[in-house]
């Protein structure tokens, strides 16, 4: 069997998670209590600005910050809260979407086509 590539694991994890568009998400923001997570890398936000109210959870940290038997758990994550995380383009959202549900957070979601799809929404971006 051939190596899987990172656009198959991006489609099965989209298979398995509820994405959502920017309208949705601005919905959700306005409505509820909603921890926003950007995965991004701080450089790249600093380039490409942000979505208000985010947390900042590298990729690279994120299930460490999840997972309550860590070390570096965080608080904001908890199982039951709705919880919507976001990148550049969703492919890593969607990667870390399905290993959040993976960890037992069954209302989780992310943003599809990330902050690109956001900025083109029209919606609004901070620069910190």
Partial sequence: MPPQTVAGLVADAR???????PM???????????LLVDIREPDERQLAGLIAGGVSAPRGMLEFYADPA???HRE???R?????LYCASGGRSALATDALRELG???VAHLCGGI?????????????
């Avoid at 298979?15 to 568009?21: K, P, T």
């Avoid at 039951?80 to 919507?84: L, T």
Wanted: net charge negative; charged share 40%.
């Fill in 116 to 128: 690109r799809e956001w900025s083109a929404a029209g919606m609004e971006l901070i620069f910190e």
């Fill in 80 to 84: 039951d809260r709705r919880i919507v």
């Fill in 15 to 21: 298979s398995r998670i509820e994405e959502l568009s």
């Fill in 105 to 107: 957070y069954d209302r």
């Fill in 76 to 78: 904001e994550f908890e």
């Fill in 24 to 34: 949705q998400l601005a919905s959700e923001l306005e409505c509820g209590d909603v």
């Fill in 70 to 72: 860590s070390p570096y």
